[in-house]
T-cell receptor, first 110, second 108 residues
Framework: EPEVTQTPSHQVTQMGQEVILRCVPI?????FYWYRQILGQKVEFLVS????????KSEIFDDQFSVERPDGSNFTLKIRSTKLEDSAMYFC????????FGSGTRLTVV | TQLLEQSPQFLSIQEGENLTVYCNSS?????LQWYRQEPGEGPVLLVT?????EVKKLKRLTFQFGDARKDSSLHITAAQPGDTGLYLC????????FGKGTRLHILP
């Protein structure tokens, strides 16, 4: 069964550093998303991406965040200068009809 | 105030018992989804309900969408340890809004 693949599975970074979280969506999907889940809290929408541009973003997705689809297969989330409160599971998802989520990247900011 | 209220928050029952968990809102939705999430994994879509009053079955899981399309329930018959997980209801066609979930633990 096709999967959404995320790398790395875990990332530890120092506060203020830039991180790039990578995702390979399912190949025939056209809609891509990032969500995050802070430990013990609900899954929250960050951003949706379609036709090489952001279609919607949440209040969480401020100027420190950016997304990119640099080639035909990868979809990345960049956090420019990480804060402690960015520590969370970050899930990539793609959609063609129904959603498929990746297994997530656990980001820990220290 | 949460858009989607799920209850109970936690449920621990013995293997073989039946259970029902709920997802409620004051808003009307065109559709509603149920996901299951295991620790360290992303949510996995179980079902989407679209029509008011609709009932969908997935093996021992029965999903119902309320007549007014404001609420939904998930009933599990003869629960098994493999049913353990976080059950999330969610709404939205593009951007998804999730409930906080019901954490279910089935004791062998």
């Amino acid at each position: 069964e096709p999967e959404v693949t995320q790398t790395p599975s875990h990332q530890v970074t120092q506060m203020g550093q830039e991180v790039i979280l990578r995702c390979v969506p399912i190949s025939n999907h056209l809609y891509f998303y990032w969500y995050r889940q802070i430990l013990g809290q609900k899954v929250e929408f960050l951003v949706s991406f379609y036709n090489n541009e952001i279609s919607e973003k949440s209040e969480i997705f401020d100027d420190q965040f950016s997304v990119e689809r640099p080639d035909g297969s990868n979809f990345t989330l960049k956090i420019r200068s990480t804060k402690l409160e960015d520590s969370a599971m970050y899930f990539c998802a793609s959609k063609h009809g129904g959603y498929t989520f990746g297994s997530g990247t656990r980001l820990t900011v220290v | 105030t949460q858009l989607l209220e799920q209850s109970p928050q936690f449920l621990s029952i013995q293997e073989g018992e039946n259970l029902t968990v709920y997802c409620n809102s004051s808003s009307v939705f065109s559709s509603l989804q149920w996901y299951r999430q295991e620790p360290g994994e992303g949510p996995v879509l179980l079902v989407t309900v679209v029509t008011g009053g609709e009932v969908k079955k997935l093996k021992r899981l029965t999903f119902q969408f309320g007549d007014a399309r404001k609420d939904s329930s998930l009933h599990i018959t003869a629960a098994q340890p493999g049913d353990t997980g976080l059950y999330l209801c969610a709404v939205g066609d593009d951007k998804i809004i999730f409930g906080k979930g019901t954490r279910l633990h089935i004791l062998p």
